[in-house]
């Protein structure tokens, strides 16, 4: 069974950054569209940036600019390096992959960050 664990959540000041991770098992991580989505306390869960398993991009408009989702496939990792950080980014992060017949749509259990000073 395909499994997601993310690392990295905190309490960040204003304008401050962060890096979150997101490690999968299994064996075809690199064929795998990645993804991060958030839920902020009282809000629908939304995405925020994804990753083809070619490495291309796309990201809500509210982080862009801010935000970039990369992935090392020798370590079986995706990580958005989130910059410039305000109080609204505020949310439970989420890991997401489609492993299709090899385990379908997976989710990490989230991890929270905090922006506030």
């Known amino acids: 069974q395909v499994q997601l664990v993310e690392s990295g959540g905190g309490l960040v000041q204003p304008g401050g950054s962060l890096r979150l991770s997101c490690a999968a098992s299994?064996?075809?991580?690199?064929?795998?569209?990645m993804a991060w989505y958030r839920q902020a306390p009282g809000k629908e869960r939304e995405l925020v940036a994804h990753s083809t398993s070619g490495g291309s991009t796309n990201y809500a408009d509210s982080v862009k600019g801010r935000f970039t989702i990369s992935r090392d496939n020798a370590k079986k990792t995706v990580y958005p390096q989130m910059n410039s950080l305000k109080p609204e980014d505020t949310a439970v992060y989420y890991c997401?992959?489609?492993?299709?017949?090899?385990?379908?749509?997976?989710w990490g259990q989230g991890t929270l960050f905090t922006v506030s000073s």
């Open positions: 997401n992959g489609d492993f299709g017949i090899y385990g379908g749509e997976v």
């Open positions: 299994g064996s075809i991580f690199r064929l795998v569209p």
